[in-house]
């Protein structure tokens, strides 16, 4: 079908339909005959280069210590994905993608960037606390930094599809769902229609875990209660499936037990909360599993 109403027009006559009926059904029909003329596929990147360095040693304080740098200098990162299914209908309109969707001409799912993540961890063992043998605090920061990233006014990476578009050219918002969305108030519809949530230059967190020994509570049974605690504190990393969504945070609260260094168990509920572009907190779990040693 032609990218303009009155091919489509054309080509609905010639199938049979009522000339008045087709023009009047052209301009709707329209965006959707030239994303039915699209295909998808999936793209394994190859070739993708990884160097690295690690250190560990022990400080006077007792407190273990190590961290790793890690460099993947063609690293490939998602383009928004909801960007590049706008692309399919640009012919339409140019402004309703920053990218470019151009007939018969593959747009590419990723780039190709410098990434350089960083992590350094802490251990240390305290004995006789709370009543337990020991008391085993770990605390990790890491940082993730994308070189070469463009303006989010050139081409937008990351961020997941549920949250729609970002600005278009010329600052207006246009939604996928305004038409599933019949009665919604329309601020509703494009109130995360900004520049925010995609992948940033930056990103960092931090965290934390803390574990309890308890010998022999009863017959022949270790207990050990843990918590931990994970904050992403600023910046998104690439994705798909990122280190780092800003705001975003997660307790867990566990207990293992062990009989006889034989058979274990292993008990723990997570919660996600906060982060105003994470998909994951509403996906709190309980995780229960057995297990025995041979």
Same mark, same amino acid.
């Given at each position: ?7 489509? $027009? ?21 965006? $959707? ?15 993708? +280069? ?9 400080? #006077? ?11 993947? #200098?063609?690293?490939?990162? *998602? ?14 309109? #140019? ?6 969707? +151009?007939?018969?001409?593959? *747009? ?10 960083? *992590? ?6 305290? /004995? ?27 081409? &937008?990476?990351?961020?997941?599809? $549920? ?27 494009? &109130?995360?229609?900004? /520049? ?10 931090? &965290?934390? +875990? ?7 509570? %009863?017959?022949?049974?270790?207990? +050990? ?46 919660? %996600? ?7 994951? /907190?509403? &996906?709190?779990? $309980? ?8």
């Amino acid at each position: 079908a032609s990218f303009s109403p009155q091919g489509l $027009v054309g080509s609905l006559v010639r199938n049979g339909l009522p000339a008045g009926t087709a023009a009047a059904l052209a301009p709707t029909l329209l965006p $959707v005959v030239v994303a039915g003329n699209s295909s998808y596929y999936v793209e394994y990147p190859e070739d993708i +280069r990884l160097y690295g360095l690690s250190f560990s040693t022990t400080l #006077p304080t007792g407190t273990a210590w190590s961290g790793e740098i890690s460099y993947r #200098p063609n690293a490939p990162v *998602q383009v928004n994905t909801t960007d590049i299914l706008y692309s399919g209908i640009s012919p339409l309109n #140019p402004n309703v993608s920053l990218l470019s969707g +151009r007939p018969n001409t593959d *747009q590419p799912g990723y780039r190709r960037k410098e990434i350089t993540q960083m *992590q350094t961890t802490f251990t240390q063992f305290f /004995d006789q606390v709370m009543g337990a043998e020991r008391l085993t605090v770990v605390g990790e920061v890491g940082w993730t930094h994308v070189g070469g990233l463009e303006s989010t006014s050139k081409i &937008r990476y990351g961020r997941d599809p $549920v949250y729609g578009p970002g600005p278009l050219p010329g600052g207006q918002c246009a939604t996928l769902n305004a038409g599933t969305l019949t009665g919604a108030e329309q601020n509703n519809l494009t &109130r995360y229609c900004e /520049d925010d949530g995609f992948t940033t230059a930056n990103s960092w967190g931090y &965290r934390a +875990r803390a574990i309890w020994d308890y010998n022999s509570v %009863f017959a022949g049974v270790n207990l +050990r209660p843990s918590v931990a605690w994970s904050h992403d504190v600023k910046g998104y990393s690439p994705g798909p499936g990122g280190n780092f969504e800003e705001g975003r945070k997660a307790v867990s609260l566990g207990l293992d037990a062990e009989y006889q260094n034989t058979y274990t168990a292993n008990l723990s509920y997570t919660n %996600f909360f906060d982060g105003k572009y994470t998909t994951v /907190d509403d &996906r709190d779990f $309980v995780a229960l599993s057995f297990g025995m040693n041979f």
